[in-house]
């Protein structure tokens, strides 16, 4: 197997404030920005996210298929050439960050940049959030479905709405928050 197949997909946020009077110009350069992201390897796709309020930060949010694609995009002139161009009407540089998909769902926005999660916490957490959720809803719910003369896979389906529902909105936010230290500690 290749070292391109082992990498994930990679997501970049950069937030920065466009200058008073700016925002307009920052945006449009941002949008010619991603159409020169179209030409690179592994692109998959970018958007930009404007302040809620005047004057708030901006978020251009980016993916590349590997980090690989997204340090050729980096070290190209194109990209050089446009962030030099964004300099007169934005504030600082911006302030990247990196996720995987599944660093974002364990560690939340205010973890620091190039944060990333082993899969084996992954795994242990999830597993601590599912087992006691599947056992509740196989227990308490699935016999209701059994009753009722569901279907077996209409009935597993809806379990698994109940499942998924309460780990994504319950579970997982106090899990995370709790086992952060563990999430995130480098042993």
Do not use: C
Not at 49 to 60: D, K, L, S
Not at 159 to 168: E, H, P, Q, R, T
């Amino acid at each position: 197997m290749s070292d391109r197949a082992n990498q994930s997909a990679v997501t970049r946020i950069a937030r920065r404030r466009a200058l008073p009077g700016h925002a307009e110009q920052y945006e449009e350069l941002v949008r010619e920005m991603f159409g020169l992201m179209r030409r690179h390897h592994g692109f998959l796709g970018a958007d930009l996210i404007p302040p809620e309020t005047e004057g708030g930060q901006h978020q251009v949010v980016v993916h590349f298929a590997s980090e690989d694609d997204l340090a050729r995009w980096d070290g190209s002139a194109e990209r050089r050439e446009i962030l030099a161009r964004m300099r007169p009407h934005a504030e600082a540089e911006p302030e990247h960050r990196r996720l995987r998909a599944i660093d974002e769902w364990f560690l939340g926005p205010s973890v620091p940049s190039g944060t990333q999660v082993p899969r084996w916490k992954t795994a242990v957490v999830t597993w601590l959030g599912i087992w006691p959720l599947a056992s509740i809803v196989l227990w308490l719910v699935a016999p209701i479905w059994q009753d009722l003369g569901l279907p077996f896979l209409l009935a597993t389906a809806i379990n698994v709405v109940l499942i998924v529902g309460a780990m994504v909105y319950l579970v997982s936010p106090v899990l995370t928050k709790a086992l952060r230290g563990f999430l995130t500690s480098s042993r």
